[in-house]
């Protein structure tokens, strides 16, 4: 079954306003987090990225936020944007090494003038 | 841009034909993957090296074949495809394969058509 998921396949948000997009994992033992933006025909493209030893990592724009207990991933974007028109992805590893990602299904961010 | 590119962008191919993918990361990292990527479903992990070793097949069928000549370079060599096949392939590199952190850099992807 799938280990990473989203809540939600579409969210749509104001220009200007705060977006916050959610993911919940299943496996325990991920040790590491990622959120990456793919907009259309593109590959998915690095965002900002977590480990499980942290609960809180900013970027510029965007804040990930780790909850370990309920197995939580959260991504914030302040100041919504155009550009910011993308399908996001949480992507989850476990231990170290080239094992690979699983990813969750997207969330589409569609921004409202 | 990644570092990472891909060829062709776009292929159509017959379910008869032999065709190959190509990556190349310009990045000097050492390990490196393939994904598929269908309509509404979650990207899927195929194939992954690490210093040219294939370490992880995940259940891929064998009329998918990956070859990695080098760290620059992965190809995806596929032979008597099935219309379901049909999808975006997306390659992706990573420094190396033994960090706790190792973020994966993706290239623009591959749009394959099967008819």
């Known amino acids: 079954g799938e280990s990473v998921g989203l809540h939600l396949p579409t969210l749509s948000v104001q220009e200007g306003d705060n977006s916050i997009i959610n993911c919940a994992y299943s496996n325990s033992a991920s040790d590491y987090f990622i959120w990456y933006k793919q907009e259309s025909g593109k590959g998915p493209q690095f965002i900002i990225d977590i480990r499980s030893n942290m609960d809180k990592r900013q970027g510029q724009r965007v804040t990930v936020l780790l909850n370990k207990t309920v197995k939580h991933l959260s991504l914030q974007i302040a100041a919504t944007q155009p550009g910011d028109s993308a399908v996001y992805f949480c992507a989850e590893e476990k231990g170290g090494g080239a094992d690979g990602l699983t990813f969750g299904k997207g969330t589409h961010l569609i921004i409202q003038p | 841009e990644t570092g990472v590119t891909q060829t062709p962008r776009h292929l159509v191919m017959g379910m008869t034909n032999k065709k190959s993918l190509k990556c190349e990361q310009h990045?000097?990292?050492?390990?490196m993957y393939w994904y598929k990527q269908s309509a509404k479903k979650p990207l899927e992990l195929m194939f992954v090296y690490n210093f040219k070793e294939q370490t992880e097949n995940n259940s891929v069928p064998s009329r998918f074949s990956p070859e990695c000549p080098n760290s620059s370079h992965l190809f995806l060599h596929l032979h008597t495809l099935q219309p379901e096949d049909s999808a975006l392939y997306l390659c992706a590199s990573s420094l190396q394969g033994h960090a706790l952190t190792d973020t994966q850099y993706f290239g623009p992807g591959t749009r394959l058509t099967v008819l």
């Open positions: 990045l000097g990292h050492n390990a």
